[in-house]
């Protein structure tokens, strides 16, 4: 079968990414595994580094790149949202809160999907929402598994420490108290691709009156447990 495209530089782009599919290289390993020359061969792993598609490991071989993980998450969107209207719904009927499902995209987090509570007093977050990452349990959530590099990064106008981190890493949600608008709280929980990489968080919030100052005593199982149909469901799809 005949794999190439008729367009070079993509042509030999793939043929970098497809050598580090198997792990990190050397520039000697890709220049042996592509048949590229060596200056063609660094020129592209560097052109694909500037757009994060490739990485380094600490001994400077390259490796795949963030970017390409991204993209992965980003195909498997649709399926998620299909999935999560029923989901939020369920959740929101079991909690009496109002649910949402957040992304992550740049510097904020984005609500993609939510069921709201139909009355009363409610903490609404509309669909397409742009929420900073600096407070709130979904973004605790969002942050806890990213690398340490991104997370450091993300704890330096945080509301919330890395210890409060590591906490939400050991029992699974996260739990916020008046952190992103005074009298709200919410508890989160972590979407995971098939792969394990922590691609959303579910969530409910609502005023403090209902979910009092310990949200996560109330609500953790119900978000928790979300979380995982959600998790469940792009597995079932491949994803």
Not at 2 to 14: E, F, M, Q, R
Request: aromatic content about 2%.
């Amino acid at each position: 079968m005949d794999n190439t495209s008729g367009v070079g530089v993509l042509d030999k782009a793939a043929l970098v990414l497809a050598a580090l599919e198997s792990g990190p290289a050397s520039l000697a390993a890709l220049v042996a595994t592509t048949g590229l020359a060596r200056p063609t061969a660094h020129r592209l792993a560097v052109a694909l580094e500037h757009h994060r598609l490739v990485a380094r490991d600490m001994q400077g071989r390259f490796i795949l790149g963030p970017r390409l993980a991204e993209l992965s998450a980003a195909a498997g969107e649709d399926r998620l949202l299909a999935a999560a209207g029923p989901v939020l719904a369920r959740l929101r009927d079991i909690t009496g809160e109002s649910a949402q499902l957040f992304r992550r995209q740049g510097d904020y987090r984005v609500c993609v999907a939510a069921a709201e509570r139909p009355t009363g007093l409610r903490d609404t977050v509309p669909v397409g929402s742009q929420l900073t990452m600096n407070a709130g349990s979904a973004a605790q959530i969002l942050l806890a598994w990213e690398d340490p590099e991104r997370m450091n990064r993300g704890l330096q106008k945080a509301a919330f420490s890395a210890a409060a981190l590591a906490g939400v890493r050991r029992r699974g949600w996260a739990q916020s108290v008046g952190e992103r608008e005074p009298g709200i709280g919410s508890v989160s929980a972590c979407v995971r691709s098939p792969a394990g990489k922590a691609i959303a968080a579910v969530s409910v919030s609502g005023p403090l009156e209902r979910l009092t100052r310990q949200p996560g005593r109330m609500h953790a199982p119900a978000v928790v447990a979300a979380a995982e149909r959600l998790s469940q469901s792009l597995r079932r799809t491949g994803d």
